[in-house]
């Protein structure tokens, strides 16, 4: 369909300019990256197992960062903290080995607890959509609190028209009746991969400077630097300033 290479693009895509005047390059281009296609086409639609078994693939391959832009509408617990949900207990555990799981909050808002799954789990770093142009979180954008009343989403990043690669004559391709291998789509989605990007020059920097990188310590920053947490927004709009610490305390 053309979803995964565009996020994937964002993250990881080379300098282009496509129109004069636009040059177009991914967040984090000297990244390296897998792509762990787990949906089926046309519709982007799959199994919890597939989705574990993507997870499983990129713990092997030896992932920092899992960047998950998918998730259904409900979680499949409704005990504290999603125990029961396959899903969500897996993202937990990743993130307690150290990996950083970028999820999408998903696209069910703007109505109160309407927070997708995996990205309702405690573990995962989710992400809500953001309007640049209006300055002021999507419209469609899932909001909190989840099942148990935890504040999700906890961050949020661009997710509005969002021009990025897909490759040629896939559904995404042909959204803008031309099939030329890039096209401007909108979602949480979209915004996941622009946090995967800026958490991947994270993890570069802190590297430089002796810092350990986690779940933990990144939501501290969050906390430290961003905005009040709340239901729409989480932390606020990512900042890469607010990772130029010296100290994390």
Not at 110 to 121: F, V
Not at 148 to 173: E, F, H, M, Q, T
Not at 191 to 197: C, F, I, Q
């Amino acid at each position: 369909s053309g979803h995964g290479d565009h996020c994937l693009t964002t993250v990881l895509g080379d300098r282009w300019q496509p129109i004069a005047g636009l040059e177009c390059l991914g967040v984090a281009p000297g990244a390296q990256g897998l792509a762990v296609k787990v949906l089926s086409t046309p519709l982007g639609v799959g199994s919890t197992s597939n989705v574990l078994k993507g997870m499983e693939i990129a713990y092997n391959w030896g992932a920092k960062i899992i960047s998950m832009s998918l998730g259904s509408e409900e979680c499949e617990s409704t005990e504290p903290n999603c125990v029961g949900c396959a899903s969500c207990e897996a993202v937990n555990q990743l993130a307690d080995a150290g990996i950083l799981m970028v999820i999408a909050a998903g696209n069910s808002g703007d109505a109160e607890k309407t927070i997708g799954c995996p990205g309702c789990s405690e573990g995962a770093i989710s992400v809500g959509a953001w309007d640049s142009r209006k300055e002021e979180i999507a419209d469609f954008s899932s909001r909190g609190p989840t099942h148990d009343n935890r504040i999700k989403p906890d961050i949020c990043a661009p997710g509005v028209n969002i021009y990025s690669g897909c490759s040629y004559g896939s559904l995404c391709d042909l959204l803008d009746k031309l099939s030329n291998g890039v096209t401007s789509i909108s979602g949480t989605s979209m915004a996941t991969p622009h946090v995967s990007g800026l958490l991947a020059l994270v993890i570069e920097l802190f590297r430089e400077q002796g810092y350990d990188v986690n779940s933990e310590n990144i939501k501290r920053i969050f906390s430290l630097y961003g905005s009040e947490k709340n239901n729409d927004t989480g932390w606020g709009l990512i900042n890469f300033q607010h990772f130029l610490v010296k100290e994390i305390k």
